[in-house]
């Protein structure tokens, strides 16, 4: 059985897999081509990188398909560029944007301008029935099992079948999502597609540096840890170096604060972590990555593993429809 088709506003991608926008820098023009190229939609994070770099970074992935398939923004609200960022990207007509850490009734009246999709990263039926009724034209729903900032401490296949009853737009499932059963279980749910995001931090090409990656390879159950963010969310990351810096509310002096955030307790600088880890540090830096890590062994090109994501469905699908009655 073939997966199913995912439609998003104006959007068909030929499969129903949304990569994750990981900043900073992970998620960049290479990753977000190669999905694309493979089928589904590809995001450039806008976290934390120069808005000039980020226009770059759309004109490349642009290049790199050939102008076919889905290119898509991820902006974090929590960034005090925001705004920019935001309105730079639909400036370069990208094909969509997401946004989570916030809900601002602009950025929807701002998507309308320019005839672009913006879709809402939630973790409850009471912000996905707001982010429609205020334009959003699907929701991503991430449960405790994501990686990077978290904003609910549920499971995903939890909360997935409420928020899908809340709305009418495509709910799409995230968190722990990594092999074709776990696309096959959120589709069984209600789910319109899924997004991944640790999984294809393990891909060939991702932007992510070596050291990175095979932190995630090196990985194994129990590897990861909860944070306490600067923005006053708990976060997932790998345990290293610097997690350890920062357990238990302790903080990590500042050579030199940027401002990034709209809200920040400046226990420690989170742009200077994610940056470390970005240059190749992935023990002084903040690595962030999903509960299941441990379960991700190999470094593939991004299209074996939608490949092997499809290949699992259909094998699934298969099996349960020639059971017996």
């Keep these: 059985m073939e997966l199913p088709q995912l439609k998003i ?3 068909k991608p030929k499969v129903p897999i949304i990569q994750g926008g990981m900043g900073v820098g992970i998620s960049l023009s290479n990753l977000a081509a190669a999905v694309a190229n493979a089928g589904g939609m590809g995001i450039i994070s ?5 808005i000039e770099e980020m226009k ?4 490349r992935a642009r290049k790199l398909t050939k102008g076919i398939g889905y290119i898509g923004v991820n902006v974090l609200y929590a960034m005090t560029d925001f705004a920019d960022t935001m309105k730079a990207a639909l400036e370069e007509k990208v094909d969509f944007i997401i946004s989570g850490a916030g809900i601002s009734r602009d950025m929807y009246a701002w998507g309308k301008e320019y005839n672009t999709p913006v879709i809402s990263i939630v973790s409850s039926g009471k912000l996905a029935k707001m982010s429609q009724r205020l334009g959003a034209s699907a929701v991503v729903v991430e ?7 978290l904003g609910t401490d549920r499971p995903l296949f939890d909360i997935l079948p409420e928020i899908v009853e809340s709305v009418d737009i495509p709910v799409i499932a ?4 990594i092999n074709g059963n776990d696309v096959k279980k959120a589709l069984s749910l209600g789910a319109s597609g899924v997004q991944m995001g640790s ?3 393990a891909s060939t090409e991702c932007d992510a540096p070596q050291s990175f990656k095979e932190k995630y390879l090196s990985s194994k159950k129990g590897d990861t840890t909860l944070i306490t963010s600067v923005v006053g969310l708990e976060g997932r990351a790998i345990k290293n170096t610097f ?11 500042i050579e030199k604060c940027m401002s990034c955030l709209k809200k920040c307790s400046h226990r420690f600088c989170i742009l200077d972590s994610l940056l470390k880890s970005r240059a190749g540090d992935a023990e002084e830096g903040l690595v962030f990555s999903g509960s299941r890590v441990h379960e991700i062994n190999d470094i593939l090109p991004v299209k074996n593993i939608i490949d092997n994501i499809i ?3 259909r094998d699934l699908t298969s099996t349960l429809s020639n059971q017996p009655t």
């Design 311 to 313: 290949r699992e469905y």
């Design 56 to 59: 770059g970074h759309i004109r």
């Design 174 to 177: 995230a968190g722990g999502i």
């Design 243 to 253: 997690t350890d810096k920062i357990s238990d509310g302790k903080k990590v002096k």
């Design 46 to 50: 806008g976290t934390g990188i120069p």
């Design 143 to 149: 449960g405790f099992e994501a990686g990077g900032h």
């Design 9 to 11: 506003a104006q959007m």
């Design 199 to 201: 999984r294809f931090v």
